[in-house]
């Protein structure tokens, strides 16, 4: 059971390019979150989706993307990335109601 | 989501009980309490939650006042491995979790 997978761990973009980082569960979760974490700080929403078919924005969603592509994947989009999207990023999943999220290990994403 | 408020940093000597505190003074009746902890950036680790009683598993307590104006998370024999940053989160069903910026804890050998 692999749980929150992610992928890449590691990337570095140059300004302006675009990629897409990659998130899936196999845990039949509902809800699947993205946040970011940047240096000595603690988590930030990005955007989030409660269920297949439903996305929403948390609290720092500008310049991103994402598509729920089916229940397993949840994926996030950077157009065209700037050197204040270098970060940490970090993928999670959780069924629905009052239980606990899990987490994938990150993508640590470089923008030069 | 109500605010949480935590100290940023605590030592605690290795075998000893780790108290860590977390203030949630605003909370709502349907708001749970959520810790979490977080070991050298790593993903986020779920350690417990609770409502208003009292809870216990394999990795900590969690205490809660009567008022549910605060909350404490104890980990009853420190180790070094829980050197990390703990999170304390509430969060009403449906609604998101929103981290702050945690209590970083030093377990000192």
């Known amino acids: 059971n692999a749980g929150v997978t992610q992928t890449p761990k590691f990337q570095v973009l140059k300004t302006g390019q675009s990629m897409t980082l990659q998130c899936a569960q196999d845990m039949n979760h509902n809800s699947m979150y993205w946040y970011r974490q940047d240096p000595g700080m603690g988590l930030r929403l990005i955007y989030y989706s409660a269920s297949e078919g439903t996305t929403d924005k948390g609290e720092v969603p500008n310049g991103y993307n994402v598509s729920r592509l089916n229940k397993r994947e949840f994926s996030l989009r950077l157009e065209s990335a700037a050197p204040s999207q270098t970060s940490v990023y970090f993928c999670?999943?959780?069924?629905?109601?009052?239980?606990?999220?899990?987490f994938g290990q990150g993508t640590r994403l470089t923008v030069v | 989501d109500a605010k949480t408020t935590q100290p940023p940093s605590m030592d605690c000597a290795e075998g000893r009980a780790a108290n860590l505190p977390c203030n949630h003074s605003?909370?709502?009746?349907?708001?749970?309490v959520y810790w979490y902890r977080q070991i050298h950036s790593q993903g986020p680790q779920y350690i417990i939650h609770g409502l208003k009683n009292n809870e216990t598993n394999e990795m900590a307590s969690l205490i809660i006042t009567e008022d549910r104006k605060s909350s404490t998370l104890i980990l009853p024999h420190a180790t070094l491995r829980d050197t990390a940053v703990y999170y304390c989160?509430?969060?009403?069903?449906?609604?998101?979790?929103?981290f702050g910026t945690g209590t970083s804890l030093t377990v000192i050998p």
């Open positions: 999670a999943s959780r069924v629905q109601g009052n239980t606990e999220a899990f």
């Open positions: 605003t909370i709502s009746g349907n708001e749970y």
């Open positions: 989160i509430v969060r009403a069903t449906g609604n998101q979790f929103y």
